[in-house]
């Protein structure tokens, strides 16, 4: 843990005052050259007299999942409704089960049971038709759906470059967007990308596209995402995510339903497993369902560069080709900034930077980016942000490995990114994907068109910065 790069450390004291007539302030500086925050140390509050009373101090669910301070005691606190208690209700009910399994978690259960993505992928859909799941689906052509939309914005946004729309700042990481709404308000939030996670694209696939062509009431889906982060679950929780329900026989409009329903992390799922006395080590693997039957080359699983979804691969190269005809081949060559999860790569046409991307994970370098756009110092078009160190393939709701020392949870982290980038997780180029070929095609009119933003993208508000505020206001 001590190796983590955030700012905010388990060692450091909460990011709320737990004393209720004090303020916490971040005092900070910037580094001339990089324009690094540094941070400095909380003084301790004063001691109160014994006469006067403070008000209670509340801290919400959705402070603690914006923040990786405390993370195994603070984000242990599940929302009812994102639990595998609600999960069992809704299978005891009789609800659609429909499973979306991410390809960061996958990765992490395939090192936790030192086998294989595909293996892991079949032994849980053996396990969830068990539990009576209707199907199983695999998240990674929703991420297709998010590269493709959010390379078409970053073009928009080049072509059409005003105040406020570059650098385009991904979006996929709910805790990164939780901070800039609850912190940085107005002023960030214009450049933060509009195009869904792909959790929420899957919910928007599901409850819409794969519902109507099952004939099913979006109402009657369940619609579960298994992911490697417990800021999903304020994700899915978030009004500006929810899909129409369809009219009963009265004729009443019912009220509209979440486009995913529960979210179970990597880490839940296998105390969930446990509970069940499940050993899905022993299970036999299942063929998993898809979206779209009957098209060629859907059966294996197909991956995208970089742990973070790809955002900042993706649209770099189909920038580098749209923009200015340039074809990038082989692997990006980054040059690394202040530590490893602070990096960033250029493009250049007879020797001038016309694109220039960045990668920043953790909290920390976050900071220093933020800081660097308010001074009107960035020089980056695009870049990927994410809020925990090593991106989604670290996120606080994946396994753990078996030792408890920094030198093997790096091991356990080492052999994740592995089966991440398994040889039988093969390389594809987004639009290349027949399923999302076809919905495009049957359902969104084509990428970046009006049905499509429709569906794929939403927005993003200033929150206010208090604690024991609602769910809902995240």
């Known amino acids: 843990i001590s190796d983590l790069n955030d700012y ?44 006067k009373k403070s008000d209670p101090v509340k801290i919400s669910l959705q402070d603690c999942l914006a923040c990786s301070g405390c993370v195994t005691s603070a984000e242990t606190v599940l929302l009812e409704q994102q639990s595998t208690e609600e999960l069992n209700n809704k299978i005891e009910q009789g609800f659609k089960i429909v499973f979306s399994v991410s390809p960061q978690s996958r990765a992490s259960l395939a090192a936790y049971f030192k086998t294989t993505p595909k293996q892991v992928f079949g032994k849980l859909t053996t396990w969830f038709k068990s539990l009576g799941a209707y199907a199983v689906l695999d998240t990674s052509c929703a991420r297709d759906f998010s590269l493709i939309e959010s390379a078409e914005e970053f073009v928009h946004r080049y072509q059409s470059a005003t105040a406020g729309e570059i650098p385009m700042l991904a979006s996929a990481c709910p805790g990164w967007v939780c901070y800039a709404e609850k912190t940085h308000g107005s002023y960030v939030l214009p450049y933060i990308s509009a195009t869904k996670s792909p959790q929420q694209v899957m919910g928007s696939i599901v409850k819409r596209y794969f519902a109507e062509r099952h004939n099913l009431r979006p109402q009657d889906i369940y619609h579960v995402s298994v992911m490697p982060c417990f800021d999903k679950k304020l994700e899915a929780s978030r009004d500006d995510f929810l899909a129409p329900a369809a009219s009963g026989a009265s004729g009443e409009a019912p009220a509209d339903v979440p486009e995913v329903d529960c979210v179970i992390t990597t880490i839940e799922l296998l105390s969930l497993a446990k509970e069940k006395e499940v050993d899905l080590a022993t299970l036999q693997p299942s063929v998993p369902d898809q979206l779209v039957t009957g098209l060629q080359g859907t059966e294996e699983l197909h991956g995208a560069h970089g742990s973070a979804g790809g955002y900042l691969e993706h649209i770099f190269r189909h920038a580098a080709l749209r923009l200015f005809g340039r074809t990038v081949e082989g692997p990006l060559v980054y040059k690394t900034l202040r530590n490893a999860d602070f990096k960033e790569v250029a493009l250049e046409v007879e020797g001038k930077p016309v694109l ?114 609602s769910i809902s206001n995240w």
């Open 8 to 51: 905010i450390a388990p060692s450091q004291s909460c990011v709320v005052s737990l004393n209720a007539d004090s303020k916490v302030k971040l005092e900070d500086d910037l580094d001339s050259e990089y324009g690094a925050v540094k941070l400095h140390s909380r003084q301790p509050a004063k001691q109160e007299s014994a006469e």
């Open 356 to 469: 220039k991307f960045a990668a920043a994970y953790g909290f920390r370098n976050i900071q220093t980016l933020l800081r660097k756009i308010k001074l009107k110092k960035s020089e980056y078009h695009f870049v990927e942000i994410m809020a925990c160190p090593s991106g989604c393939l670290n996120g606080a709701g994946q396994s753990k490995g078996p030792g408890d020392t920094p030198e093997e949870a790096k091991q356990f982290l080492e052999d994740v990114e592995a089966a991440y980038y398994h040889s039988e997780v093969q390389s594809r180029m987004p639009e290349d994907n027949p399923v999302v070929q076809q919905i495009y095609s049957e359902w969104l009119d084509g990428p970046s068109s009006a049905t499509a933003k429709g569906m794929l993208h939403t927005q993003y508000h200033p929150r206010e910065k208090t604690v024991g505020v």
